[in-house]
């Protein structure tokens, strides 16, 4: 009789070492990421302080962070994949009943882990063939070491999707995309001309089924590659150039610093001011609600991250203060994305080193269009106040000035990194380069969130931030990668060449071509996300805008302002589909409302683009030839 509960206990102690193993190897992993991504961080402020103290640095210390990219990128790749963060569209899948949902998460899962796979391969070929170099970093780490992470991720990435893909049989069905990569890969590689049609075709329709975004890209490169008898090494070759490129370390510094203000308190101080500032004019809260939601996506680079961590906060303040719903729903949604053309936008960044220009051109050049926009929707706001009759506050001069000293250390932060850079006329010169300022930054906002305000226990909190942010970055940077290969081959074969000689023979007013450029990037911005379409549209039709002698740094501004529509636009607009989820509404009621906020800021881009004179855009100078930044 005793004996009878000893199965029981055997089953679960099983259960339980494996629940134990999972927590460790999920912990393992974790630490691993957070540790590169801040030991990332750490090593250019190290490096200045070294410099300016004792005169010299550390031996290898820009080869080191820019090689840590990769694998803060691919590390947090891989820990997207764990969390189900991957950048996806999802599109038909919402309006499909509940069993076809079933059936086509499988189909995704199933092509997703076909891609991973294959990506994989590729990697470990492309570490296979960097072994015999004898290049080194800092003269004694191989490059094949970094490399090393890139068949790991994508072979962990593919295991879980197909982990993800449901019940035991649907991870059956999707497991099945390992020995398809091989069959693929192998036994019908006679045939890969003809299978490049159907596999692209399948690629795009599971990527509106739910795939993640990279998979789509990584695996039409792939393809592509295949079918031209190419080495599909190039596309893994491709994903670390671009990834350990000089500029692109900037994009994770600066999304820490953003998340790190946001999980703290940053956004409770910085809406105390700007409503002492601002709401006491006509429309003022929702001025504010701007000026926050902008200060943010200036800072992270990435809108859905706005609307997730300020949703929450802003939406109850607008609805107690006397707003309409549909109005603040619409409000917040679109707002979501404006700060994607201010200081330190990761868009920018990324745009300027694709396109081959200064980052600081872009930035000055970007300013005033992003004035526009962020007042074109704070002029909503007004007519809002007016119609609803919204209370406003008095000015409090004393609230106003208890405001300003609790924010004090966030007004100052979006200072840091150029006064870092391009020091203060008359008084200091810039004392460092791009990286270090972003490194900077990070060690500012760390400072204001733990030591400051103490919203954020170095040990409790900050190791959770790190991971929340490293799953947004693995999620772009991976895109980033992947894309990388697909753009190269799209140049390789001359598309950019053919796409202008049919441009120039269609059209010849440079107007009609600035109406069409417009009406095409809208769509661009409805089926990619704004990290991917800069990878790879950019270089498709920087050759046919210069045909029409439109400059870069205005057709880099164009572009960015059309994709900021695109999170807007029905019917995969990104941030009506977090707004839908952060909200609790309906899709098709989020886009209703978003619908006039929509419009108006489409008569704010066709200003930038037709108009340029009048926000300091025609004129510009010369920009010269070679790697932006």
């Known amino acids: 009789m005793g004996g009878g509960g000893s199965p029981v206990s055997g089953e679960a102690r099983p259960a339980g070492a494996f629940r134990g193993l999972a927590t ?8 691993l990421a957070a540790g590169a991504l801040l030991l990332m961080a750490a090593l250019p402020v190290l490096e200045l302080l070294l410099r300016k103290t004792v005169g010299t640095g550390i031996p290898g210390s820009i080869g080191y962070v820019e090689n840590l990219t990769l694998w803060v990128a691919f590390l947090g790749a891989m820990v997207a994949s764990r969390e189900k963060g991957h950048l996806s569209l999802s599109t038909g899948v919402q309006f499909l009943p509940a069993p076809w949902k079933r059936v086509t998460a499988t189909a995704a899962a199933l092509a997703s882990v076909a891609v991973a796979t294959g990506l994989a391969w590729a990697s470990l070929e492309l570490v296979k063939a960097t072994m015999p170099s004898p290049m080194a970093i800092a003269g004694w780490l191989r490059e094949w070491h970094v490399q090393l992470v890139l068949p790991v991720s994508f072979a962990v990435m593919a295991l879980r999707f ?95 610093a953003g998340f790190l203000l946001a999980e703290g308190g940053s956004s409770r101080r910085l809406l105390r001011l700007f409503r002492a500032l601002f709401g ?82 872009l930035f000055r050049a970007a300013f005033l ?40 250390w966030e007004v100052a932060l979006p200072f840091v990194p150029l006064v870092a850079m391009f020091g203060i006329p008359g008084l200091l010169s810039g004392f460092c380069g791009q990286v270090e300022a972003a490194a900077l930054t990070v060690a500012y906002a760390l400072a204001i969130e733990t030591v400051v ?23 772009i940077l991976v895109i980033l990668g992947v894309a990388k290969g697909l753009t190269n081959y799209l140049v390789d074969a001359e598309i950019p060449m053919h796409a202008t000689e049919w441009v120039r023979a269609h059209i010849e007013s440079r107007w009609v071509f600035l109406l069409a450029l417009n009406v ?110």
């Open 24 to 31: 460790l190897l999920r912990r393992a992993e974790d630490g």
């Open 162 to 256: 197909a982990w993800h893909a449901g019940g035991w049989p649907e991870r059956g069905v999707a497991a099945l995309g390992i020995p398809l990569a091989w069959v693929v890969g192998f036994p019908l590689a006679g045939h890969a001309s003809a299978l490049l049609l159907p596999g692209l075709l399948a690629l795009i329709a599971v990527a509106f089924l739910g795939a993640p975004i990279f998979v789509a890209l990584g695996g039409s490169a792939l393809l592509l590659f295949f079918a031209d008898e190419v080495a599909v090494s190039a596309v893994p070759s491709d994903t670390f150039s671009l990834v350990t490129s000089s500029s692109i370390p900037m994009i994770p510094l600066f999304t820490l």
């Open 280 to 361: 006491w004019l006509p429309g003022g809260l929702p001025v504010v609600a701007a000026l926050v939601c902008a200060f943010f996506t200036a800072f992270t680079g990435a809108s859905g991250v706005t609307i997730l961590a300020l949703g929450g906060l802003l939406l109850p303040v607008l609805l107690e203060s006397g707003y309409r719903e549909r109005f603040s729903v619409g409000l917040l949604t679109a707002t979501g994305s404006i700060g994607l053309l201010f200081p330190p936008s990761l868009p920018v960044i990324l745009y300027a080193v694709t396109g081959r220009i200064p980052i600081p051109d």
């Open 369 to 408: 269009p992003g004035i526009l926009l962020l007042a074109t929707v704070s002029a909503f706001g007004l007519v809002e106040a007016v119609r609803s009759r919204a209370p406003r506050p008095r000015f409090d001069v004393r609230e106003a000035g208890r405001a300003l000293r609790e924010a004090a």
């Open 453 to 475: 305000h103490r919203d954020l226990h170095p040990l409790r909190d900050i190791p959770r931030v790190v991971v929340r942010c490293l799953t947004l970055l693995g999620g």
């Open 520 to 629: 095409f990037l809208l769509v661009v911005g409805c089926v990619m996300d704004i990290f991917s379409a800069i990878v790879v549209v950019v270089p498709l039709i920087v050759p046919v805008a210069a045909a029409f002698q439109v400059h870069p740094v205005h057709l880099g501004v164009i572009f960015l302002a059309n994709l900021e529509l695109g999170y807007l636009t029905p019917p995969v607009g990104l941030n009506l589909f977090l707004a839908s989820y952060r909200f609790g509404r309906p899709l098709l009621q989020v886009a209703r409302d978003t619908l006039p906020f929509l419009l108006a800021l489409l008569g704010a881009v066709l200003v930038i683009t037709y108009a340029p004179g009048l926000l300091g855009l025609s004129g510009l100078p010369p920009v010269p030839t070679g790697r932006g930044g």
